[in-house]
């Protein structure tokens, strides 16, 4: 942290207070929240923090009491994000997620009950998991009144245990017409309880109650990871700490910088990213971005229900429930060649 | 080897040409030379050749002066010149291949000689295939190419033809299935370039019924009016095997509209089996399927052997109404159903889901015969994309966007090219080509 605070300052960009901080990227709730606490009073004392700031922890609901809920909520936490996944034991299991599905009801009452705001985030899409299993999960949580969801499709990363299983055909493949229908029906009893989309995977209980953390990284803000694979983007450079934990604690022990690799986006690059990443959220993509060309395409997204006319007239780009499902396809239409 | 060179002094005639006439001398073979440009290979007939003369070729009226003569002793070896019945080589500097011609002859251009020499007779193609190069850019390179093999393979005929699925190529003829497998190996491997080549067909005799007669090398010049007959290219066969294979050697020639013509035992094992078959049905897989229904002991022999009035039809193959001319097929009638449903079956295999339902049919004019659906894509979005993932996420559009240039459109269809190969290869090559 404090080479951060070093970096920024000597780069002569303009001192700035913490507007969100996220604690993610495995479960930060392994440890003890008087730990987690030290982090973060550490930031806060070293940049400051904005009047109202986000500040959000990942969980899983294994691991808080309402006592550390509370010791999170007293240092500074504002929200929680607890990994439900699913509420089907079969489906848990070939995730390989350890927790037991009716601690969730539970934690997420601690977590209110601490005066912190609840995510819950849900996968759809496991192999052997049926359109009813997953009706199950989100009707499970939809019932604990979260105030924010997301719901992503499963990624089999290559090299996992899942891949493998796949290759050697023990469970069966990702099927993109499956992942459509259970989008569908995400957004459709998401919807129902009275939460509304903000970005393609996300849904919250009004605006107030989205993630601004993440939409930070859908626009193009500055912010700064810490930790090791963790990914910084300040003033056009992004740049990638080393991935292996005890390399990353090498570097910093050695005086070195953590970081693994860097790119400069250029102008082009920006906007592409800018492009890409924008017209993935409700606010939508402003039309002025995309070139002649690109503006070009818009009618045709229109005429393919794939861009919401209304928006598209007051000169913005926003998805409507299929474009969202071919995002990347109705991207590359706009991006020009 | 003495005695030998003598005998053939005593025995055989010497060469008869009239030394004092105006020079004629005939190409036998010619070939390019990075350094030296085109070397011309020749035999003297009547008169003489000297080295600085200027040359005219009497086909084309191209005349050049000669830089040098010589004769191969085995390697090149200048000379001052050539008389009557000797063989040799001339260079003239030219770089084109073009102007030697294999058959031509070569005479004086301050004396020239009146007649040319009969020549050889031309070889006549008997396949036909449409070759593309894989990278549009290198369609320059392939024309050279053909030009260059062309020089010394007097059978190779070629002629520019466009594809609306492949882009520019040629529709190549050739004496035979082995000529075709030669050139294109030739091609790819001495001149590097990576080639699809459509399946490959005979020439038909087509006859409207205002008795116009078209040739049809190409499954696209197939004419469109009302067809009276259409002819096509018999060969008579003669197949050798153990007799053991005899049945299934009939059960073959039979599937391919075969007649047969009789069948003789060589040995109380060996048996001789004459058909008379379409050429068509022969130049794809036939010999492969000989070979692998005879556990290789199966050889075939054959010759061109006239024509025959068939009940021949096109097959089109339609994506979303339009027509794609590279899987185009003469066939006979009653394979076309067969054809169709094995060609849309493949292409739905192979090409990827479009934002819309595309329909693949097969048809015979207007009458559809074989039908398949590519469903329309529901899905292509990654779900997460946080701070992490965005390079990744970038990089994978950029290299999208990539691959869409390498499509090639057929319509508002997104057809990558690797399907036109797939499509294209049998399952015999395939597998070739995996052993390699």
Redesign the interface.
């Known amino acids: 942290m404090s080479l951060a605070a070093t970096v920024v300052e000597r780069s002569g960009l303009p001192a700035r207070k913490l507007g969100t901080v996220f604690f993610g990227g495995g479960t930060p709730t392994l440890l003890p929240a008087d730990d987690l606490s030290m982090i973060l009073r550490a930031a806060i004392d070293q940049w400051g923090i904005e009047d109202g700031a986000e500040v959000t922890t990942e969980a899983n609901p294994d691991s808080v009491t309402p006592e550390s809920l509370a010791v999170l909520k007293e240092a500074g936490f504002t929200r929680v994000s607890f990994g439900m996944q699913s509420a089907v034991p079969h489906v848990l299991k070939v995730l390989d997620r350890t927790h037991t599905p009716s601690r969730v009801p539970q934690a997420v009452q601690w977590a209110r009950e601490a005066g912190l705001d609840v995510s819950l985030d849900l996968i759809y899409g496991t192999p052997g998991e049926s359109l009813a299993d997953w009706r199950h999960s989100l009707e499970t949580a939809l019932s604990y009144q979260p105030d924010h969801i997301s719901a992503y499709a499963l990624i089999v990363e290559e090299g996992t245990k899942l891949a493998a299983q796949m290759r050697r055909g023990e469970v069966p493949g990702i099927d993109d017409d499956d992942h459509a229908d259970k989008y569908e029906l995400a957004d459709q009893l998401i919807t129902d309880a009275g939460l509304g989309w903000y970005e393609v995977s996300n849904w919250a209980r009004g605006p107030e109650h989205a993630c601004r953390h993440n939409l930070s990284y859908w626009r193009g803000d500055d912010w700064w990871g810490i930790g090791p694979g963790a990914h910084s983007h300040v003033g056009g450079v992004r740049w990638w700490n080393v991935k292996h934990p005890s390399a990353y604690a090498n570097r910093l022990s050695q005086g070195l910088s953590p970081a693994a690799g860097r790119e400069t986006l250029d102008a082009e690059t920006r906007n592409l990213e800018r492009v890409m990443l924008e017209a993935r959220l409700q606010s939508g993509l402003d039309v002025s971005a995309l070139s002649p060309a690109g503006r070009h395409q818009v009618a045709g997204l229109i005429a393919d229900s794939l861009v919401d006319p209304a928006a598209a007239f007051r000169g913005r780009l926003v998805l409507t429930l299929k474009g969202r499902l071919l995002a990347d396809a109705v991207v590359r239409r706009v991006l020009p060649n | 080897m003495e005695a030998l060179l003598d005998k053939i002094v005593r025995d055989l005639p010497a060469p008869e040409g009239d030394p004092d006439a105006p020079a004629r001398a005939m190409i036998f073979d010619s070939v390019y030379d990075t350094y030296r440009g085109v070397v011309t290979y020749v035999r003297v007939v009547d008169g003489m050749l000297h080295p600085r003369e200027r040359i005219q070729m009497m086909s084309t009226r191209a005349s050049h002066e000669l830089l040098e003569i010589g004769v191969s002793s085995p390697e090149p070896t200048p000379s001052k010149g050539l008389g009557v019945g000797e063989v040799g080589y001339l260079i003239t500097g030219v770089k084109d291949v073009r102007q030697s011609k294999v058959g031509d002859t070569v005479t004086n251009l301050a004396k020239p000689a009146a007649q040319s020499l009969p020549g050889y007779a031309d070889a006549k193609p008997m396949v036909f295939s449409g070759l593309y190069p894989l990278d549009g850019a290198d369609y320059p390179v392939l024309r050279d190419a053909l030009e260059k093999l062309m020089l010394n393979d007097a059978a190779l005929v070629y002629e520019p033809e466009t594809s609306a699925a492949l882009g520019f190529g040629f529709r190549v003829g050739f004496l035979g299935l082995l000529h075709l497998e030669i050139t294109r190996e030739r091609l790819e491997r001495e001149y590097n370039l990576d080639l699809i080549s459509t399946a490959p067909n005979v020439e038909y005799e087509v006859t409207l019924e205002d008795k116009k007669v078209v040739r049809v090398t190409n499954p696209s010049e197939y004419p469109t009016g009302k067809i009276a007959e259409v002819r096509e290219p018999m060969v008579s066969a003669t197949i050798l095997a153990p007799n053991e294979f005899v049945g299934a050697i009939m059960e073959l020639c039979q599937s391919r509209r075969g007649v047969m013509g009789g069948m003789d035992y060589l040995s109380e094992d060996r048996v001789e089996i004459r058909y008379r078959l379409p050429l068509a049905e022969i130049v794809f897989d036939f010999f492969d399927i000989l070979k692998s229904k005879t556990r290789g002991y199966g050889s075939l022999d054959w010759k061109a052997d006239g024509e025959k009035v068939a009940d021949l039809v096109k097959v089109d193959i339609m994506l979303q109404g339009e027509q794609v001319d590279a899987f185009s097929a003469i066939t006979h009638r009653d394979k076309a159903y067969a054809y169709g449903v094995m060609m849309t079956g493949k292409l739905r295999e192979l090409i990827p889901r479009q ?2 339902e595309v329909p693949i049919q097969a048809a015979i004019g207007s009458r559809i015969i074989a039908r398949e659906s590519i469903r329309a ?12 993932d ?2 990744r ?2 990089k994978l ?2 290299k ?2 990539e691959g ?2 390498r499509m090639k459109m057929v319509g508002t269809v997104e057809v990558p090219q690797e399907a036109f190969i797939a499509a294209l290869t049998t399952d015999e090559s395939k597998d070739k080509a995996k052993k390699k």
């Open positions: 934002q819309f894509i529901r899905k292509d979005v990654l779900a997460k994309c946080y701070g992490g965005i390079s996420k970038r559009l950029e999208q966007k869409k240039k």
